[in-house]
């Protein structure tokens, strides 16, 4: 049973941190590209970073230089870590796991920036 849990969202001010991690159970978690979305309220889910297999990023610009994204294949984690967090970056997020054949969306964890 493939199964995504998401932990570390909560609620912080306006240039704080937050570290999101979702641990991944019944995949070859080295095999799949990691990826974190999120979804504002009213707004379509959109892209924020991705790792894959060997380690290589990519950033939305909305979150390039603050957001960090890292994986532990042998704890079968992707975390996200998240610097000077701004309103704008209220949302649930999303984790999810690309493989060549197969892809899978963990459930959310919402992530609100106010002051």
């Known amino acids: 049973q493939v199964q995504f849990v998401a932990s570390g969202g909560g609620s912080v001010q306006p240039g704080g941190s937050l570290r999101l991690s979702c641990a991944a159970s019944?995949?070859?978690?080295?095999?799949?590209?990691m990826n974190w979305y999120r979804q504002a309220p009213g707004k379509q889910r959109e892209f924020v970073a991705t790792i894959r297999s060997g380690g290589g990023t990519n950033y939305s610009d909305s979150v390039k230089g603050r957001f960090t994204i890292s994986r532990t294949n042998a704890k079968n984690t992707v975390s996200l870590q998240m610097n000077s967090l701004k309103p704008e970056d209220t949302a649930v997020y999303y984790c999810y796991a690309e493989g060549i054949r197969d892809d899978y969306w963990g459930q959310g964890t919402q992530v609100t920036v106010s002051s």
């Open positions: 019944g995949i070859i978690f080295r095999r799949y590209t």
